[in-house]
């Protein structure tokens, strides 16, 4: 197109997010029509894109992080031929793929956005696989407010792209200077963000917004530049070409009050239809499979930290599968990482301590069909938790492994203890929990995860610990193992997971001395949990006991709880958690102290059993 007919292209894709918000009654029209110019560019000029085969290797990748924009970006897809008019002004309606914020939901659509700061740390991932894995010169470009450059996040990716010289990413900041609820910090200071990025080693190009003839020259621009990331700051104005709302406060998140004037005064509405340039020839990633992985075995008796078996595990999937790859937190030597990434250093990703970043780059990186690992103590994937949340509504498969988890790290004290991950990943929108008590339960788990949909977390615990099952022992996801029982004359029922699994075998010798038999179940499955099982137990014997190296709150005793909620009778239940706050001491002495080792375990059983058998 020429620039006069890609102006006029900006002119119908603010019509088309000023009808759609006006039809829907809601939206952010404003938001659209500041970058609704630099959207017609791009769309017109550089984007690459298939939009009949979405899945095409070579389609350039485009992330909307100012998510709450999405009229702009249907009204780019209605012009592209890809939705149409009817489909547009179904926005926000029940049953409508046109969503308040993108959702994969559509097909070109690769992660959801909206929660703001995290479209540039997902296009980071997707821009490491085409430069590291895929080896395709598909560019990612990223859409960003000037409002979400305050995020913490955004500054985690602007380094890690930086550092990894990604001159196949390009940022585009709508800078349009007014915010939610007044201006944004810097306003239309385009130098401040640009000795920001600068900084970090970004090139940086400053462009008026609306001037369609500089903003192609700076998209052409970005495409020359070598082993920079390049970030085009636009100035732009909100609800621009409607003066009842251009760089006016209070109106964002509304549509315009008199839609059919804002449309006139706009020019009208248009059908200029564009033909978007089709991707390069590419050939499809090279991810062989060698079969079924040669996982690590294990010998009953033996002690190894479920940390190591997954270290171990990890590195021979990786050998049978070229779609796996790793991902780290600058703690790859303690959650055992560091075995991938010597044996697959081509597939590795060091993140550095950025779990922001960490989880972005998963994200992006399944966006491309990897099955990415991303691992780091259990306690600061709390960090991340708005991404793990957001990867859930994107439909990501990813797989989340928290190490040193609970009281039993021992004397680093409370700062480093996972506490709260259980809740957090069970909370988790189709979530996967995992929590495996030794070593050849922990490597067939990690197999397992890599073929399961949606967010998938392992939990690894930092001490050694006994092999208690073969290595030929299999463990569905969704199981559990009853590890003692003495059929009808169990007196009750132990529920535990990872370290107390030994315990509550301790507490079941102890408790034999007292003639007081009862079954341990492992349950490592904590969410799906085995209601079967659960259920029989509590059928049999009529008390739970749950134990756990977790907070009370949402963890293993929630899910047993939960698996009685469906109106059947109940057992009398009770819990060991954490309850105190912890400080530093052994392992066994913060077992002791927290009141969930083998010795409170058997004390809560017999108060158990007296009060519900007592003669």
């Known amino acids: 197109m020429h620039y ?146 305050a995020e913490g996040s955004v500054w985690e990716a602007v380094e890690h792209a930086a550092y990894n010289h990604l001159d196949n990413l390009t940022l585009i900041v709508d800078v349009n200077r007014l915010g939610q609820r007044g201006p944004t910090r810097h306003e239309h200071d385009l130098d401040a963000y640009a000795r920001r990025l600068h900084a970090f080693g970004w090139h940086t190009i400053e462009v008026d917004g609306h001037d369609v003839e500089a903003v192609d020259r700076a998209f052409a621009e970005a495409r020359s530049t070598i082993r920079q990331p390049t970030a085009i700051l636009a100035a732009t104005r909100k609800g621009r070409g409607v003066a009842a709302v251009e760089d006016r ?172 991950d259980l809740a957090m990943f069970r909370s988790v929108h189709g979530s996967t929990v995992l929590h495996p008590c030794d070593a050849n339960q922990t490597a067939k788990l990690v197999a397992a995860m890599a073929d399961l949909e949606g967010v998938r977390y392992l939990r690894t615990s930092r001490g050694d610990m006994p092999v208690l099952y073969g290595p030929d022992e299999p463990f569905p996801v969704g199981g559990s193992k009853v590890l003692r029982s003495h059929g009808d004359d169990d007196k009750a029922t132990i529920v535990a997971a990872g370290v107390t699994v030994h315990e509550a075998l301790k507490a079941a010798d102890l408790l034999a001395e007292y003639g007081i038999p009862v079954r341990v179940i492992d349950l490592y499955s904590v969410k799906p949990v085995d209601t079967e099982t659960l259920n029989d137990a509590a059928g049999a014997t009529g008390c739970l006991l749950t134990v756990e190296d977790h907070h009370p709150e949402g963890g293993l005793g929630d899910a047993v709880a939960d698996a009685f909620s469906d109106g059947r009778p109940a057992p009398r239940m009770a819990r060991l958690a954490v309850r105190n706050m912890p400080a530093s001491a052994t392992p066994e002495e913060q077992l002791h102290e927290a009141g969930i080792d083998a010795e409170a375990i058997a004390a809560a059983v017999r108060l158990l059993v007296e009060r519900v058998i007592a003669p």
């Open 4 to 149: 006069e007919q890609l102006a006029s292209l900006g002119q119908q894709l603010r019509v088309d997010a000023v009808r759609a918000a006006d039809a829907a009654g809601s939206g952010h029209p404003t938001s659209s029509m500041s970058a609704a110019d630099i959207a017609a560019v791009l769309l017109s000029h550089h984007l690459r894109f298939d939009f009949d085969h979405p899945e095409h290797p070579g389609n350039d990748r485009f992330v909307l992080s100012k998510g709450h924009a999405s009229p702009l970006l249907y009204a780019m897809y209605k012009a592209a031929g890809a939705v149409d008019d009817d489909e547009l002004l179904t926005f926000r309606k029940l049953g409508s793929r046109l969503e308040g914020h993108p959702t994969p939901r559509l097909p070109w659509v690769d992660v959801a956005t909206g929660s703001l700061g995290q479209g540039l740390p997902v296009g980071v991932g997707i821009a490491l696989a085409g430069k590291r894995l895929d080896e395709i010169p598909y560019r990612v470009y990223v859409l960003s407010g000037d409002s979400e450059m």
């Open 249 to 420: 406060e209070g109106f964002h998140g509304k549509p315009v009050k008199d839609a059919e004037a804002a449309i006139a005064e706009l020019g009208g509405p248009r059908s200029l239809h564009v033909e978007v340039q089709r991707p390069p020839e590419a050939s499809g990633r090279k991810t062989a499979r060698n079969g079924a992985p040669e996982l690590p075995r294990f010998d009953i008796g033996d002690t190894v930290a479920t940390r190591t078996a997954y270290g171990h595990a990890l590195e021979a999937l990786g050998s049978a599968r070229g779609d796996v790859v790793a991902l780290d937190a600058e703690v790859s030597d303690s959650t055992r990482t560091e075995f991938f990434a010597k044996a697959h250093p081509e597939r590795y990703f060091e993140c550095y301590i950025a779990e922001q970043q960490l989880v972005a780059a998963a994200v992006g990186l399944q966006t491309r069909g990897y099955v990415p690992y991303a691992s780091t103590f259990a306690a600061f994937l709390t960090r991340a938790y708005d991404f793990v949340r957001m990867a859930a509504v994107s439909r990501a498969g990813i797989n989340l492994v928290g190490s040193h988890a609970g009281v039993a790290i021992g004397q680093d004290g409370p700062s480093q203890m996972g506490l709260e």
